[in-house]
């Protein structure tokens, strides 16, 4: 017994670990503000930095910063004056003109120091040329390089300046729509081996797999709305992921719905099977494919890969690939479950019967 059923509770153990981690371990260091905004070409502009999971106070001293306009310009700080672990002012002083043909340049905040390792802020400061004049910002830039940066030991999650302690969210919202997937796939090889031979079982299996499915993708939809909330200003953008995920999740409705509409148990056991057939075919390309080919808030659009080193790095592996086989092995069991309660039901149904007549 306990032999045939390890992989569940291997399920609970991996979902335990998953949680447990990835609630707890740390993000890490990075900036979470930055004041002002904008500056001109030729000020020596003061930045408030506010930094987060940070330790300045400790690092006074040793901290250095600069500006990055691109892989070849960067501008040294000035001066640095840290005011607790989490406040310090960095002081630039902005050259007569950049090496940019652009009226206004966004620039890079990186901060740097052996206590907390290297962060940075991706457009921090905006700087806007008074005369453009690239030959002239090329002689005049300041030659500052970046060498030597530090890296922070230990185990910890990568700071997004958008996402912050949200990240965490991947190992609930993303993983269970992997899994989700890997449901309708079980799903859909349960109604082609209906249409082979037949078996009412395997339609079971089918409506299963599908209703379990269905639900993940349900929790799919409010995690991602909650994240939305906290990262987009709205429960619902709009967005052509969002859009087409509700539009997976209303095909796959309707199959219970086709269900529903008819009484003769293999007429709509043989239609339900076809319709599954149909449904994932749909899924693909309205969730993976689409969104891909046009503009949306979610990573891996335009072409760009999702879960690249931008989205998941090698700590959040550890936690984010065992969460996709955790919930995918919870959805098995609990769809085996819910065949198993309506194999009973068929039984019952059919002694019934055989007891009436």
């Given at each position: 017994?306990?032999?045939?059923?390890?992989?569940?509770?291997?399920?609970?153990?991996?979902?335990?670990?998953?949680?447990?981690?990835?609630?707890?371990?740390?993000?890490?260091?990075?900036?979470?503000?930055?004041?002002?905004?904008?500056?001109?070409?030729?000020?020596?502009?003061?930045?408030?930095?506010?930094?987060?999971?940070?330790?300045?106070?400790?690092?006074?001293?040793?901290?250095?910063?600069?500006?990055?306009?691109?892989?070849?310009?960067?501008?040294?700080?000035?001066?640095?004056?840290?005011?607790?672990?989490?406040?310090?002012?960095?002081?630039?002083?902005?050259?007569?003109?950049?090496?940019?043909?652009?009226?206004?340049?966004?620039?890079?905040?990186?901060?740097?120091?052996?206590?907390?390792?290297?962060?940075?802020?991706?457009?921090?400061?905006?700087?806007?040329?008074?005369?453009?004049?690239?030959?002239?910002?090329?002689?005049?830039?300041?030659?500052?390089?970046?060498?030597?940066?530090?890296?922070?030991?230990?185990?910890?999650?990568?700071?997004?300046?958008?996402?912050?302690?949200?990240?965490?969210?991947?190992?609930?919202?993303?993983?269970?729509?992997?899994?989700?997937?890997?449901?309708?796939?079980?799903?859909?090889?349960?109604?082609?081996?209906?249409?082979?031979?037949?078996?009412?079982?395997?339609?079971?299996?089918?409506?299963?797999?599908?209703?379990?499915?269905?639900?993940y993708g349900i929790l799919g939809v409010v995690t991602g709305a909650?994240?939305?909330?906290?990262?987009?200003?709205?429960?619902?953008?709009?967005?052509?992921?969002?859009?087409?995920?509700?539009?997976?999740?209303?095909?796959?409705?309707?199959?219970?719905?086709?269900?529903?509409?008819?009484?003769?148990?293999?007429?709509?056991?043989?239609?339900?099977?076809?319709?599954?057939?149909?449904?994932?075919?749909?899924?693909?390309?309205?969730?993976?494919?689409?969104?891909?080919?046009?503009?949306?808030?979610?990573?891996?659009?335009?072409?760009?890969?999702?879960?690249?080193?931008?989205?998941?790095?090698?700590?959040?592996?550890?936690?984010?690939?065992?969460?996709?086989?955790?919930?995918?092995?919870?959805?098995?069991?609990?769809?085996?479950?819910?065949?198993?309660?309506?194999?009973?039901?068929?039984?019952?149904?059919?002694?019934?019967?055989?007891?009436?007549?």
């Amino acid at each position: 017994m306990i032999q045939r059923n390890w992989w569940k509770a291997l399920s609970v153990i991996i979902l335990l670990y998953v949680i447990i981690a990835g609630m707890l371990f740390p993000l890490k260091p990075g900036i979470s503000m930055v004041e002002p905004r904008s500056a001109r070409t030729g000020d020596l502009v003061t930045l408030r930095v506010e930094g987060y999971n940070s330790n300045f106070k400790q690092a006074d001293g040793a901290i250095r910063a600069w500006l990055k306009l691109d892989d070849e310009y960067f501008l040294g700080a000035q001066h640095i004056r840290v005011h607790n672990d989490q406040q310090l002012n960095v002081v630039f002083q902005l050259p007569e003109a950049l090496p940019s043909a652009q009226k206004v340049q966004e620039m890079t905040l990186i901060l740097d120091n052996p206590v907390d390792g290297s962060s940075l802020l991706p457009n921090a400061l905006f700087v806007t040329q008074q005369s453009v004049n690239p030959a002239l910002g090329t002689q005049t830039w300041p030659h500052a390089p970046l060498d030597n940066l530090h890296t922070r030991r230990g185990i910890a999650f990568p700071f997004r300046n958008i996402l912050s302690e949200t990240i965490r969210n991947t190992y609930f919202h993303v993983a269970l729509w992997l899994a989700m997937v890997l449901l309708f796939i079980n799903a859909l090889i349960q109604s082609i081996r209906y249409l082979r031979t037949y078996d009412a079982n395997y339609d079971r299996r089918a409506v299963a797999f599908t209703s379990v499915g269905v639900f993940y993708g349900i929790l799919g939809v409010v995690t991602g709305a909650i994240w939305a909330k906290h990262t987009w200003g709205a429960y619902w953008s709009w967005d052509v992921k969002q859009n087409m995920t509700a539009i997976s999740l209303l095909i796959y409705f309707a199959y219970f719905v086709l269900r529903n509409a008819f009484e003769d148990q293999e007429k709509k056991a043989r239609l339900a099977a076809v319709y599954n057939i149909f449904a994932f075919v749909a899924l693909i390309p309205l969730i993976y494919v689409i969104p891909r080919m046009t503009d949306s808030l979610h990573p891996g659009a335009g072409g760009n890969p999702a879960f690249g080193s931008q989205d998941l790095d090698n700590t959040m592996r550890l936690i984010f690939y065992p969460a996709v086989i955790g919930w995918a092995l919870l959805g098995i069991w609990i769809a085996q479950i819910s065949y198993r309660l309506k194999r009973v039901q068929a039984i019952l149904f059919e002694y019934s019967d055989t007891s009436d007549n």
